[in-house]
């Protein structure tokens, strides 16, 4: 099959070690809070997809989200 949709599709590609570091610029482009479940989430994602910071794929987008998350993870 084929993949038709009415409208264009939206895509977002970043080069960051994990899509929670995207997700949390979502989160702040759009002016939407990010409550403590949603932050400890976040962070459990990127720490896992960055292997606690030790994957090649680590950037520096990931380390800022992991300071701006973790007072809101408390």
């Known amino acids: 099959g084929d993949l038709t949709t009415p409208d264009p599709v ?3 590609f970043e080069p960051v070690g994990c899509t929670g570091t995207i997700l949390t610029k979502l989160f ?3 002016n939407l809070e990010i ?3 949603i ?3 976040l962070l459990s994602a990127i ?3 960055t292997l606690h910071f ?3 794929t680590t950037t520096d987008d990931d380390r800022a989200t992991i300071d701006y998350l973790h007072p809101l993870a408390k």
């Open 39 to 41: 932050a400890t989430l």
């Open 35 to 37: 409550d403590q479940s």
């Open 28 to 30: 702040r482009e759009n």
């Open 47 to 49: 720490l896992s997809d």
């Open 10 to 12: 939206y895509l977002r």
């Open 54 to 56: 030790r994957s090649p």
